[in-house]
């Protein structure tokens, strides 16, 4: 170890030296002590402070007998130090160990800080091998752990800081993006931080002009210093990808806190219900979120996430025919298949009957559920709010709804330069499942009833599709928003383009909508009013000051679940297609047709 230092202070000691010069000027005695600090760390010997005030600032090597010695004093007339006296040889052996008094928390905390600046998810144990590898120097995971601590405050500001500044935060979000929706609720005497939500114009704009009237709810759990959770009301765009409408923070997650988030979104929403068909929700429907959904948009239709439904169903059951019965069931387009399917699974195990009764059809499979979700079954808001919450977890409050809007504006802007670029009539996902229709119609005998009625003759079944209407007795058209083999074998066959009769939300100008709007910077805290009017709707008003909440995350590691010993013996990993969803085979070895 003492090896290891004494090598560090050679390749170090030269460049040092040549830096501390007779007449050499500091900006101030702070910066003189931080200075010499880092020699003192760099040269690996004990730095002793003889006398520092605010006209002069003398130390020498702590080790007695050794000659080196610096005496630094305030220039006349101007707020600089300079060195005027020098004795820079060391007749000591310094610090033999890797253990160092300079190195305190502040040190750390100095040294790490652009290395957080970039990465906030710096951990403490990378901290101290860093600082052990570069400067020579042994730290405790502790020290490690308060600079980080330290570092983040001076770049981002404190936690508590984050809380007080959020009614300014959301004043400037209106202001800045005029038609947003900015609201922080305080709860209790001493007014601690309850709620905030935040929507922005360039959301609601896109999702109530272009989207399809689908939404995502979900929810991560904050692991930050006073912990609570992620809300957020999520749509789809036109080429399936997330597009976040409505996002909020709560002290807790509770039945009463969903029921304020949908609350809160019915209002964004209230004005233009007249003009937008029914919602239709998706979410684990939880107690908290069906009573919620079931209170505020009673006529939507709240349907189970397949992926929840799915996983449950095979753990509850643990049969591989049996899962793979279930994903035919699934996808099953009408309730003849379907019920067919269900009467197989029954005559495997009588239990399956019990299971529909917790998961009924009607909230999740295709043949029943009733609201549009055109091919759109799982919830992608589940991933995206986990990335947020493990991206933002160590950061004031105010500095995380920063980063997601960071996020949100890199989304918009990636994704209005790409639907630029497009010139075909559908997004790139809906034209190549038009072209896989138009490809399988050629199999099919067209028979025309009359001028919008069309009778499909294939070597399976009949089917009778009606192009007025947009309908196919497979129900493949109705459900996915887009015309399928049988509508694209009637459509050839009167000379129509079938990509003309796809839904409107899978057109490019849809998409082009979506993110025509921007989401406009907010400009440094430095320069927002932190004193002012009272905002509006029973939100927390600027000259309040928000203190953070009751719950705060207990110290130490938190504690692992203790596993017992039949839950080791796990049966063998099955693997299963991302594709066809059956068990047994991976997605490259599927042998179903795309």
């Known amino acids: ?19 501390l010069v007779i007449g050499q000027e500091f900006p101030d005695v702070e910066t003189c002590r931080r200075t010499l600090k880092d020699i003192a760390i760099a040269l690996h010997f004990d730095l002793r402070i003889v006398k520092s005030d605010r006209s002069r600032f003398i130390a020498k090597c702590s080790k007695e007998g050794c000659p080196w010695r610096v005496h630094v004093a305030k220039c006349p007339g101007v707020p600089t130090f300079s060195i005027r006296t020098l004795h820079g040889e060391h007749t000591c052996e310094g610090v033999r160990n890797l253990h160092h008094q300079q190195a305190s928390v502040g040190w750390v905390a100095r040294s790490v ?49 984050g809380y007080r500044l959020l009614p300014a935060y959301c004043e400037q979000i209106r202001k800045t993006n005029p038609g947003s929706v900015a609201s922080v609720f305080a709860t209790g005497q001493e007014n601690c931080f309850q709620r905030l939500f935040i929507s922005y114009r360039a959301s609601i704009y896109g999702f109530i002009t272009a989207c399809r009237p689908l939404l995502e709810l979900d929810k991560a759990d904050l692991k930050g ?152 079954f799982t919830l ?45 009539i559908l997004v790139p996902s809906a034209e190549k499942r038009i072209s896989e229709a138009i490809a399988d119609a050629r199999c099919y005998q067209v028979l025309r009833a009359n001028e919008v009625e069309f009778e499909i003759v294939s070597t399976e079944r009949t089917n009778i599709v009606d192009i007025r209407s947009r309908v196919c007795s497979c129900r493949r058209w109705q459900l996915y928003g887009l015309p399928c083999a049988h509508a694209a074998a009637a459509l050839i066959s009167c000379g129509q383009n079938a990509h003309l009769f796809a839904e409107p939300c899978f057109t490019v100008g849809s998409y082009r909508e979506t993110y025509s709007q921007m989401i406009h910077p907010i400009p440094d805290k430095s320069v927002w009013k932190e004193l002012g009017e009272g905002a509006e709707g029973g939100a927390a008003k600027l000259d309040i000051t928000i203190r953070p909440p009751k719950i705060r995350r207990p110290p130490g590691r938190p504690k692992k679940k203790v596993l017992r010993v039949e839950n080791l013996k796990r049966p063998k990993r099955v693997v299963q297609c991302g594709r066809c969803h059956l068990l047994g085979h991976s997605q490259k070895k599927c042998t179903m047709p795309i």
């Open 113 to 161: 800080e652009a290395r957080i600046r970039d990465n906030p998810q710096y951990k403490p144990k990378e901290i101290l091998q860093d600082i052990r590898d570069q400067h020579g120097v042994a730290v405790s995971y502790m020290q490690a752990w308060r600079g980080k601590e330290r570092s983040m405050a001076a770049l981002h500001g404190t936690f508590e800081e």
């Open 380 to 424: 992608g808001v589940t991933e995206m709010l986990y990335n947020w919450a493990l991206e933002c977890h160590e950061l004031p409050i105010v500095q995380m709804m920063e980063h997601i809007r960071h996020q949100l504006t890199t989304w918009f802007t990636n994704r209005r330069e790409m639907g630029m670029r497009w010139t075909s």
């Open 225 to 376: 210093k006073y912990l609570g959770a992620l809300l957020c009301a999520a749509a789809v765009d036109a080429d399936d990808a997330l597009f976040p409408l409505a996002i909020a923070i709560v002290d807790v997650e509770s039945d009463e806190n969903w029921m304020w988030f949908m609350s809160e979104l019915r209002k964004l929403l209230g004005v233009n219900t007249e003009n937008m068909p029914r919602l239709t929700i998706l979410s684990e429907r939880q107690r908290g979120v069906v009573d919620a959904v079931e209170t505020h948009f009673p006529s939507a239709f709240h349907g189970f996430c397949l992926r929840y439904v799915s996983e449950n169903f095979r753990d509850t059951f643990k049969n591989t025919k049996l899962v793979n019965i279930f994903w035919n069931a699934v996808y099953a387009l009408t309730t003849v298949e379907f019920e067919s399917k269900i009467a197989e699974m029954v005559e495997i195990s009588q239990d399956v009957i019990q299971w529909f009764q917790l998961f009924p059809p009607q909230l999740w499979a295709v043949a029943y559920f009733e609201g549009v979700r055109y091919g759109h």
């Open 1 to 19: 170890m003492a090896d290891h230092a004494l090598v560090v202070a050679d390749t170090s000691h030269a460049l040092v030296e040549q830096s």
